[in-house]
Structures are given as structure tokens and as C-alpha cells.
């Protein structure tokens, strides 16, 4: 009797402990033992072109669970008697629903793991068709997928997000995250012993905030045509990469184009090149520079488009011998000639009409040195030096484009400047993002900068127009209809591989229509092997690709009595004695 009175005694305490002393921890760790809590991903924003084709999207999905231990009570009814057919009977009935064999089903649901991913990806109806099977301890998660419907055409500009986390990871998906990724909600809600769901028990919901919806100003079917366009030339002329670039004279981007692409659905096949070249790839960008130094020289007032030059072979400054790039006899052209013909010598001559640090501000005035302003992520200022570390022969290469390095992007912005009557702005990928409400709102204007006057700018232009003439280094480039100005470029390339020069970089860049400029389009061929010159090797992509873009964007064709201006490229010789003329006057020439 003692005894049985101390044990009594005994579980009274305990009880007393438990249900008067501590019973709210411990009415709490009990609820805790049967709460559970689901994360509800938001819907992340979509991206569309600017005819609202859509670039990414996402789509729910499911993550099937289960519990293991409460697998093996699953019953149903065999020949009409409610029947226990444990874990073989939930393998069958889930094998054609997850598109697996039951043998290999039923090792995944069988072990005493409270929490075991099944499966991932699982699509909204398929997960409807598992729930109505009623098996304990099977339960389903929230997720979500991206989807790319253009796949590799704009994926390294569009980006991707990593398919585990589902979190940003390159690109406009990373550029633009805070707006496309929204707030995750919360769901906590009391499950039974098998782990589903108590349907009377008290829940707690937290819905989520869907990302908001963005519009570029990419145009989807030029994207297309222009990296089609550039993979086709890469192939052909057996290029390492290639880029093209296709923005109007006001700043909006129509395409970047960037080869080799990437597959943004296989991300761990680690094929492919993920960056956008057209921000993140740095190259001398050659000749297609002269234009920065001929429209400094007209802008400072220290020649005009028919000031002559006399051209020889070559040219000696300080210790080194500096060259055209093919050997000739004494040229006598102007500086539209210069231009056209796309002499180093002679811009050589024009650059040392100014100092250097007045040629540095012309750089750094059209973008050189620094990031377009675009934001895009990765996007290289690339490589020009303060003017006060120029080697003593640097001075010179630059001007004709080798000793600094560029992108894409920026000499791309050196021929919207000159388009656009000597004003740069800043290019632009987003034109309208849906508020709260789902209304659109326009994105803020871009930054603008006046870098020369509207009448250099004109005769820069006009100048440019002969670069597509005979006489001129890129007639391939001609589009039937418009008039067009542009440049070529053909420069050494810099391999950190080889620590030193390896291959060639082709380009062309240009505008049209020439009288009224309405596209800017820029080609980059990367380490070409079958031909390299930026004529022949990057003017009929651009001649390709302009032509698409402005019957795409509706651009009148130039009137029949636009004609070019009347350019003076030849003299028929010397010029005569007392002539302002541009010549070799030796290493000390200039400022």
C-alpha cells in the first residue's frame, strides 16, 4: 500500500508539473511537434518584348513529399473490400503518375525518414491526380519553374535563374531582380500523425506578392534575325565569337545578339557562353575609333572635311615605325578621305593637331572608360588610361583605335552619338514595368550628354557615307534603298592566353538612313579565320541585319533625290604651296 500510494504520488506531480506548472510550454511543444510550415514562392514577374512576346515566364509547379513511416497504412478498396496494400500498393498507383517503374518507386517510399523529396517539378494537375489517391504521408510543396519560349536566341541577354533555388543568376534576370522576384508568403497549418493536412485545425496564411511584369525595348523577331544572322557568319568565316548590336539613334536597345549562346533550360551541360559579349567581351576596337578623332579635330576647329593630307607609307615617331595597313605610294586625300579609306597615317596627322589631353576628353566624352549607363550586369568599362600614363607612341596608336579597349556596347554609342546630332544617351533595355495595380508605367528617361556640336555631327555623318562607296573600305555594307554611313574597323586582338596579340577583330558600325538616322547597328566578328578584314568579314551581316530591322520598324527607304553629299576624298596631287595641309612634320608635331 505504501508503495502503491508513493507511485501515485508520484505520477500526481508529474501531472501537476505538466498540466498546471508548465502547461503552456508544454501545450506549445506539442503543437509544434504537429505544425507544419510551407514557404509560398511568389510568382516571379514575366519579361516581354516590346510587342509583349514573352521572353520568361514562370509556371507552378510541385514538390511531391513524403512521410515513409506513414506509407505503409495507405489502404484501398480491392475487389470492392477496403483493402491495406502499404507501400507496393502506393508504388503502382504513383509509378505512371511520376513517370517511373514501381520497383524503384517503392525503395524511395520505403525507411522510417519523416521527410523525403519524391519528386520535383510535378505540374499542378499531375499533383491533383496523386492527392485524390488518398495516400498517407504524401504531400505536396509549392514551386515554381522558368520558362525561356525563345530559348538560346536571348538567353545571354535575358539571363537565367538557377533551377535549385530558383534565385537570379546572369543577366536581365539579375538586373532587373527586385522588380521580377516579388515576396514569398507562408502557410503554417497543424498536420495529422501521416502528415496531411487536419482539415478544421487553425492555419495561419501569409500569400505571397507576385513579382511585377517588365517590357523591353528588345524587339523579339530582330533579336532572332540578328542572331541567326551572326551565329551563320561566326560558322562561315570559323570566328571564336561574334556580336551584334542594334540600338535606334535615341538610345533604345531593338537586339544584342551574342554568340555562342546558351541553352538556359540545361544549365549544367556548362555549353555555351552565358555572358552577353556585347557588355562583358574588351577588344582594341581599331578604326572604327577614328571617328572619335576626326570629329574632335572638326569640333576644335583644327581641320575640315577638305583639309588635305598627304599620306605616306610610313611614318617614324620616337623608336618605332608606324604603318597603313597595306603598303602604298604617297596618298594625297582630304580628311573625308582619311576617313574613307580608313588611313592611320592620316589620322595620325589630324590627332596631332590637338594635345593629348584634349584627345582624352573626346574619349571619355563619347563613353570610352567607363559603363554605358545601362546597368546590365558584368558590363567592362574596358581599358583607357589616364592621359598622363599614355606611352609616347600610345598617343598615336589610339587614334586610330590600338592601346585602349573597348566594348561593344560602346562603340556603339560613339555612332549613336554622331546619329543622334552629337548627343549621347544612355541605352536603355526596359521601356514600361506594371505597378501594384497592374498598370504600366514608363521607365525613367535616360541620361543624355551634348559631346559635339549638330554641325559635326552632320559632317562626321556625311563623311561616313563614303566608307560605303567604291572608293570607300566597305561597299559590302550598302542597303538597296538608304543611304548609309558607317565604318570598318580591323584591329589586332590581345589574347591573355598567349600574353600577346592573337588573331584579328573585324568590324563594322553604321547607321541609316544617313540623312535621318533611325538604327545604329554594330558588328563584331571575334578571331575570324577565313578572311578578317572588317569589310568583307562584318559589312554583309550589317547590310543582313539592317536591311530586316528597318523593314521591321516600318523606316521609310531614302527619297530618290536624297542623294549623298558631294565628298571630296582624292587630289589629283600635291597640294599647293601655301595650302593648310596635314603631313609629316616628325615626332615632335603637334601638342
Do not use: C
Not at 605616306?312 to 582630304?334: K, V
Amino acid at each position: 500500500m505504501v508503495v502503491g500510494i508513493f507511485v501515485l504520488t508520484l505520477f500526481a506531480a508529474q501531472l501537476l508539473r505538466i498540466q498546471g506548472l508548465e502547461s503552456a510550454a508544454t501545450a506549445a511543444e506539442a503543437r509544434s511537434q504537429r505544425i507544419a510550415t510551407e514557404v509560398i514562392p511568389a510568382q516571379r514577374g514575366t519579361i516581354y518584348d516590346a510587342h509583349d512576346t514573352v521572353l520568361a515566364t514562370s509556371q507552378e509547379r510541385r514538390k511531391v513529399v513524403i512521410d515513409q513511416t506513414a506509407v505503409p497504412a495507405y489502404k484501398r478498396k480491392v475487389d470492392g473490400e477496403t483493402t491495406t496494400v502499404g507501400v507496393q500498393g502506393a508504388a503502382e498507383q504513383l509509378a505512371p503518375l511520376l513517370q517511373t517503374d514501381p520497383a524503384t518507386l517503392a525503395g524511395a517510399l520505403t525507411g522510417d525518414q519523416r521527410y523525403v523529396v519524391l519528386a520535383t517539378g510535378v505540374t499542378p494537375s499531375t499533383w491533383r491526380e496523386i492527392y485524390r489517391l488518398g495516400i498517407p504521408g504524401v504531400y505536396s510543396e509549392r514551386t515554381s519553374i522558368r520558362s525561356y519560349p525563345q530559348s538560346s536566341n536571348v538567353s545571354p541577354l535575358v539571363g537565367f535563374v538557377r533551377p535549385n533555388d530558383q534565385t537570379a543568376g546572369g543577366g536581365l534576370e539579375l538586373m532587373l531582380d527586385q522588380t521580377l522576384k516579388g515576396k514569398d508568403g507562408k502557410a503554417v497549418y497543424e498536420v495529422g500523425r501521416d502528415g496531411s493536412r487536419l482539415p478544421n485545425a487553425r492555419s495561419d496564411v501569409s500569400e505571397q506578392l507576385a513579382g511585377r511584369d517588365v517590357r523591353l525595348t528588345i524587339d523579339n523577331d530582330i533579336q532572332w534575325y540578328a542572331q541567326n544572322a551572326l551565329a551563320q557568319q561566326v560558322k562561315k568565316t570559323g570566328a571564336e565569337s561574334g556580336t551584334v548590336v542594334v540600338q535606334r539613334r535615341t538610345g533604345e536597345l531593338v537586339a544584342l545578339a551574342s554568340y555562342p549562346s546558351f541553352d538556359p533550360t540545361k544549365l549544367n551541360s556548362n555549353k555555351g557562353t552565358f555572358a552577353n559579349l556585347a557588355f562583358s567581351d574588351v577588344f582594341e576596337p581599331g578604326s572604327t575609333t577614328k571617328v572619335i578623332t576626326v570629329a574632335a579635330g572638326l569640333e576644335e576647329g583644327k581641320v575640315t572635311p577638305d583639309t588635305p593630307v598627304v599620306i605616306p607609307n610610313t611614318i617614324r615617331r620616337y623608336d618605332r615605325t608606324l604603318r597603313d595597313s597595306h603598303p602604298h605610294p604617297t596618298l594625297y586625300r582630304t580628311v573625308t578621305g582619311t576617313l574613307a579609306e580608313s588611313s592611320n597615317i592620316g589620322t595620325i596627322f589630324i590627332s596631332e593637331t590637338m594635345a593629348p589631353k584634349t584627345i582624352d576628353q573626346y574619349y571619355r566624352k563619347f563613353g570610352l572608360g567607363t559603363t554605358s549607363g545601362s546597368g546590365f550586369p558584368g558590363e567592362s568599362a574596358g581599358l583607357l588610361p589616364p592621359v598622363e600614363k599614355w606611352g609616347a607612341v600610345q598617343r598615336y596608336t589610339m587614334s586610330y583605335g590600338q592601346g585602349i579597349s573597348a566594348t561593344a556596347m560602346q562603340v556603339s554609342g560613339v555612332f549613336q552619338t554622331i546619329a543622334n546630332g552629337g548627343v549621347r544617351v544612355a541605352p536603355t533595355l526596359v521601356s514600361e514595368v506594371q505597378d501594384a495595380d497592374g498598370r504600366w508605367q514608363a521607365a525613367p528617361t535616360p541620361k543624355s550628354t551634348r559631346v559635339v556640336s549638330d554641325k559635326t555631327a552632320r559632317e562626321v555623318s556625311h563623311m561616313l557615307e563614303g566608307v560605303v562607296t567604291d572608293q570607300g573600305t566597305a561597299p559590302q555594307a550598302r542597303v538597296p534603298g538608304y543611304r548609309v554611313a558607317g565604318k570598318t574597323g580591323t584591329a589586332d586582338r590581345y589574347s591573355a592566353e598567349v600574353g600577346g596579340y592573337s588573331g584579328k577583330t573585324a568590324s563594322f558600325v553604321g547607321y541609316a538612313p544617313a540623312g535621318d538616322p533611325q538604327l545604329v547597328v554594330t558588328v563584331i566578328i571575334q578571331r575570324p579565320t577565313r578572311g578578317y578584314y572588317g569589310g568583307a568579314t562584318a559589312g554583309p551581316v550589317f547590310k543582313d541585319v539592317m536591311t530586316y530591322a528597318l523593314q521591321r520598324e516600318q523606316v521609310a527607304p531614302s527619297a530618290e533625290d536624297a542623294k549623298p553629299p558631294k565628298l571630296t576624298i582624292e587630289l589629283d596631287g600635291p597640294p599647293p604651296a601655301g595650302t593648310e595641309v596635314l603631313k609629316d612634320r616628325g615626332t615632335k608635331a603637334g601638342g
